[in-house]
């Protein structure tokens, strides 16, 4: 079975750009979840979303954005990107979002490096 | 609010050691907690889960206890290898909160042969 896929595998973008991140979930799962990891420190939430809504977000500014298609996979976008901004963003995927013992399944992410 | 914090790292180990990663919480609810392992230029994978008092959560040869009187979850192996080297990292999720996790800052582990 296949994993949650994301595309691009690496990007880079200068200053003031927009950028698009890909997210597919594992077949079946209604839920996904972005994260924005910086090197050297755990992930931090950016968005959930299920079934197209917004279920919770992140402490992230409104050049930040997302949202979930009727087939279940995601966009994430940035704008007027930001040199700190460069970082590793990851998407996952889970079955309802709701119960906290649903668990979270990890894509390989997005390297995203700001000029 | 919640909050995961982890021992500092980097951890460096032989081959055979015994290992234990600290982990405790902060929570409002009654949460789940994980166990996450990142390799070089991958995505984290799910290493274990426990999702209530007292529950052990076991793969691999890891394993760690869900203790509720001292909101700890901390990690251990009876004997590491090379192969363990990684990035692991403590997380919580809520009661209600299913889609969000909350991460601590990650412990590296480096095992020596």
């Known amino acids: 079975d296949a994993g949650v896929t994301q595309s691009p595998t690496h990007l880079i973008k200068t200053r003031g750009q927009h950028v698009t991140l890909r997210c597919s979930p594992i077949?079946?799962?209604?839920?996904v979840s972005w994260y924005q990891q910086v090197l050297g420190q755990g992930p931090q939430f950016i968005f959930q979303?299920?079934?197209?809504?917004?279920?919770g977000r992140g402490n992230f500014p409104d050049r930040f954005s997302a949202r979930q298609f009727p087939n279940y996979s995601s966009e994430l976008n940035v704008n007027a990107l930001l040199l700190g901004d460069s970082a590793l963003y990851l998407c996952?995927?889970?079955?309802?979002?709701?119960?906290?013992?649903?668990?979270?399944?990890f894509g390989p992410g997005t390297r995203l490096t700001v000029l | 609010g919640d909050s995961v914090t982890q021992m500092e790292g980097p951890v460096t180990l032989s081959e055979e050691a015994f290992l234990t990663i600290n982990c405790t919480y902060t929570?409002?609810?009654?949460?789940?907690l994980f166990w996450y392992v990142q390799y070089p230029g991958e995505g984290l994978q799910l290493l274990l889960k426990?999702?209530?008092?007292?529950d052990k959560g076991s793969n691999k040869g890891f394993e760690a206890t869900y203790r509720k009187e001292t909101t700890s979850f901390h990690l251990e192996k009876g004997s590491v290898q090379v192969s363990d080297s990684a990035v692991y990292f403590c997380?919580?999720?809520?009661?209600?909160?299913?889609?969000?996790?909350?991460f601590g800052q990650g412990t590296e582990l480096s095992v020596k042969p």
């Open positions: 996952a995927s889970s079955l309802d979002g709701i119960t906290s013992t649903d668990t979270q399944y």
């Open positions: 077949s079946g799962h209604k839920s």
């Open positions: 979303y299920y079934e197209k809504e917004e279920r």
């Open positions: 929570a409002t609810g009654y949460p789940s």
């Open positions: 426990a999702t209530k008092a007292d």
């Open positions: 997380a919580l999720s809520d009661q209600g909160q299913g889609g969000k996790l909350i």
